[in-house]
């Protein structure tokens, strides 16, 4: 994981976004961060190639000045900025240029009213094959000392991925909960369950996950109390197509997305 992009579009979210980045970069041997930012491409007729550059060399110029005012003695950090459609162009840039991670930022105008992830992040998540860290709005890197994986326990085996997953394990080293949050758990898990955190046990053994397995009707309450009970730095999920991502992510409960603003996330491209 060395090669480490942030979208930036000046907001305050973005910025903050840069600054952990940074400092989890620090943690990361040969790590290199890229301030990206896209802009929209003006087609009028009397716009010359001139025009065009004159806008490339502003933005340029505004990213120089955010790296000077953030980097905080992290000197790898390059800046580019180019015309054309935001998902768009971050998709070629990463598969071109064999990025590691995207940290991004969330969008909203304020904790209260917003969606917990923008619509940018979520088709960055959608449409992107690497992982994506969502930073909230105050966040401040403390180190990823203990991380919590949320699976839905449902054929593990193919749909996890595990080297992904590793990587992040490996550099940082973090204490590694497993967790799983389902209202049909009782005393005993059922034989399925157990048969998939088998198979998970067999992939992540090697790092003594602990796991739990939750009784709650609602996720987000379930992984509320988790985060806060064990001091967790940051979650990592793999989004499953619209089912543990749309009940994680997509809901109008604000006062439960709040809560969440203080815990960084990673999502994993299955």
Same mark, same amino acid.
């Given at each position: 994981?060395? =090669?480490?992009? *942030? ?8 910025? =903050? ?24 491409? /003006? ?26 005012? /953030? ?30 991670? /995207?940290?991004? $930022? ?11 992830? $923008?619509?940018? @992040? ?45 990587? &992040? ?14 209202? +049909?758990?009782? *005393?005993?898990? @059922? ?10 046990? +067999? ?61 960084? &996330?990673?999502? /994993?491209?299955?």
């Amino acid at each position: 994981m060395k =090669n480490i992009v *942030v979208p930036i579009d000046f907001s305050d979210t973005s910025v =903050n976004a840069a600054k952990y980045a940074i400092e989890l970069a620090k943690n990361i041997p040969e790590a290199a961060i890229t301030l990206y930012h896209v802009y929209s491409r /003006i087609s009028f007729s009397t716009l010359t190639s001139k025009d065009e550059n004159s806008r490339q060399m502003v933005t340029e110029a505004e990213l120089q000045k955010l790296k000077a005012n /953030i980097e905080n003695g992290f000197e790898a950090i390059s800046c580019v900025a180019e015309p054309g459609s935001f998902v768009e162009n971050l998709a070629d840039y990463a598969l071109g240029n064999h990025v590691d991670l /995207i940290v991004m $930022g969330i969008t909203g105008s304020s904790k209260l009213t917003q969606v917990f992830m $923008g619509t940018n @992040t979520l088709n960055v998540i959608r449409n992107i094959s690497c992982p994506v860290m969502i930073i909230p709005p105050d966040a401040k890197y403390t180190g990823l000392k203990r991380v919590v994986f949320t699976s839905d326990f449902q054929d593990v085996a193919r749909k996890t991925p595990f080297q992904s997953i590793k990587k &992040i394990l490996d550099i940082f080293q973090p204490k590694l909960d497993i967790l799983n949050v389902d209202s +049909e758990h009782f *005393v005993e898990l @059922t034989p399925e369950f157990k048969l998939e955190r088998d198979a998970m046990e +067999e992939k992540l053994g090697s790092y003594n996950p602990e796991f739990s397995f939750l009784r709650s009707y609602d996720f987000l309450e379930g992984i509320s109390s988790f985060v806060e009970s064990r001091n967790i730095d940051a979650i990592i999920t793999v989004p499953h197509k619209h089912t543990l991502f749309n009940q994680f992510f997509v809901t109008s409960t604000t006062k439960k997305l709040a809560y969440h603003s203080t815990v960084p &996330i990673i999502a /994993i491209p299955e």
